[in-house]
């Protein structure tokens, strides 16, 4: 019954150990755009499946073979083992760049020296930093 749900767990794992394996490597590039484009497919694909299954045939889960049952637990841990991992190090990543990007925008700061002063109705004078225009590459 399930053997569709289980052939698109199987490749959504290999796709998120690949990915995972090249961000390790700390790769970049292109077909890191390109397994995450594969991801999203294959988990609509995978929530279309269950959805049809459920809709088909309710209780398909119960009504499984022992041997179709543990093909269906292990690609649900190999998949769940597979997306902690990927989760993971996608956090960690995203963390560093938000903190490059962090020193990116302060250095600039700094080199542009852009401030501004503001005297207030009471006399006081603020300062406030402005906003330096940052340009990114993004193959780099």
Do not use: C
Not at 29 to 36: K, M, R, T
Not at 65 to 92: C, K, P
Request: charged content about 30%; aromatic content about 2%; cysteine-free.
């Amino acid at each position: 019954m399930p053997a569709n749900a289980i052939d698109v767990m199987a490749s959504l794992t290999l796709i998120m150990n690949e990915e995972t394996d090249r961000l390790r490597a700390r790769e970049r590039g292109i077909d890191l755009a390109e397994l995450a484009a594969a991801k999203v497919r294959l988990v609509g694909m995978l929530e279309t499946e269950l959805a049809r299954l459920e809709r088909e045939q309710p209780g398909w889960a119960d009504a499984m073979e022992e041997e179709e049952r543990e093909r269906l637990a292990d690609a649900l841990v190999a998949l769940g083992e597979a997306s902690a991992a990927n989760a993971a190090i996608l956090e960690r990543q995203i963390d560093l760049s938000i903190e490059m990007m962090g020193a990116v925008a302060g250095e600039a700061k700094r080199l542009a020296g852009k401030r501004a002063s503001t005297y207030g109705a009471s006399g006081d004078l603020s300062h406030t930093n402005l906003a330096t225009p940052i340009s990114v590459n993004s193959e780099y």
